[in-house]
């Protein structure tokens, strides 16, 4: 069993429709797939993508509204809310600082839903995605479940915030390995930790492979594939 908890649809150079990528990411034993639409050239195309996703997720993908917190007025986010299973944040490629202080009301809004937040997080120069300075959000909203992308760069300041709260996790996408998974596992225990892929900005297969070859217990390969994806998402419908 596994659930991608890190998918994209309408990247520039993949054209493929939600069809297309359940076939592609499928062969790979993957059951169920979060998915938000990747940076598009206009905020209203962003949020078409959005509802597009959410129009023809079916019964395999898991669809996340992705949005600029600047743009988005309180009534229709908590409109929107009511339809998606969680949120995407993408600080720079809707360049924003998720730690504005004028956002706090939108973070308020999602705190009421009990949905995940997926951030990007990652070492870019840029203090909006830098995953010492955004774990911050997981003290200011303890409340939301935050996954922190890219595996918040395997920063260890990171990490060694992440141990004292609960409400903080990382994917697995791009930044890990096994040898990076075993160790964080070892750290902050699997029940942290979630399987995400990037698709299509990374090779699911490879992505996998990261954690199968991990020298972690069965359990804890569980956890990272599907189990603590399901609690999350379980969380959020409650």
């Given at each position: 069993?596994?659930?991608?908890?890190?998918?994209?649809?309408g990247?520039?150079?993949?054209?493929?429709?939600?069809?297309?990528?359940?076939?592609?990411?499928?062969?790979?034993?993957?059951?169920?797939?979060?998915?938000?639409?990747?940076t598009?050239?206009?905020?209203?195309?962003l949020?078409q993508?959005?509802l597009?996703?959410?129009e023809?997720?079916?019964?395999?993908?898991?669809?996340?509204?992705?949005?600029?917190?600047r743009r988005?007025?309180?009534?229709?986010?908590?409109?929107?809310?009511?339809?998606?299973?969680?949120?995407?944040?993408h600080?720079?490629?809707?360049?924003?600082?998720?730690?504005?202080?004028?956002?706090?009301?939108?973070?308020?809004?999602?705190?009421?839903?009990?949905?995940?937040?997926?951030?990007?997080?990652?070492?870019?120069?840029?203090?909006?995605?830098?995953?010492?300075?955004?774990?911050?959000?997981?003290?200011?909203?303890?409340?939301?479940?935050?996954?922190?992308?890219?595996?918040?760069?395997?920063?260890?300041?990171?990490?060694?915030?992440?141990?004292?709260?609960?409400?903080?996790?990382?994917?697995t996408?791009?930044?890990?390995?096994?040898?990076?998974?075993?160790r964080?596992?070892?750290?902050?225990?699997?029940?942290?930790?979630?399987?995400?892929?990037?698709?299509?900005f990374?090779?699911?297969?490879?992505?996998?492979?990261?954690?199968?070859?991990?020298?972690?217990?069965?359990?804890?390969?569980?956890?990272?594939l599907y189990?603590?994806?399901?609690?999350?998402?379980?969380?959020?419908?409650?």
């Amino acid at each position: 069993m596994v659930i991608d908890f890190h998918t994209h649809s309408g990247a520039s150079f993949d054209k493929s429709s939600l069809k297309e990528i359940r076939e592609k990411i499928g062969r790979n034993g993957v059951k169920k797939a979060v998915i938000f639409p990747s940076t598009q050239e206009s905020y209203q195309k962003l949020m078409q993508k959005n509802l597009e996703n959410l129009e023809n997720s079916g019964d395999f993908f898991i669809p996340f509204l992705r949005f600029d917190p600047r743009r988005i007025g309180y009534e229709e986010l908590e409109s929107l809310q009511k339809r998606f299973y969680g949120f995407k944040l993408h600080p720079r490629g809707e360049n924003f600082d998720p730690l504005d202080k004028s956002l706090a009301r939108i973070f308020e809004v999602i705190e009421k839903t009990s949905k995940p937040v997926i951030i990007h997080s990652r070492k870019e120069n840029n203090q909006n995605t830098d995953p010492d300075r955004i774990i911050e959000l997981a003290n200011l909203y303890p409340k939301i479940n935050f996954v922190f992308a890219h595996f918040a760069n395997d920063s260890d300041a990171f990490f060694s915030r992440l141990r004292k709260l609960e409400n903080a996790y990382v994917d697995t996408s791009i930044v890990s390995s096994p040898f990076i998974i075993e160790r964080r596992v070892r750290e902050i225990t699997s029940k942290r930790i979630i399987f995400g892929s990037d698709h299509p900005f990374s090779d699911q297969e490879i992505e996998l492979l990261k954690v199968k070859k991990a020298n972690i217990s069965k359990e804890e390969k569980e956890d990272i594939l599907y189990k603590n994806a399901e609690k999350l998402i379980k969380s959020s419908l409650l």
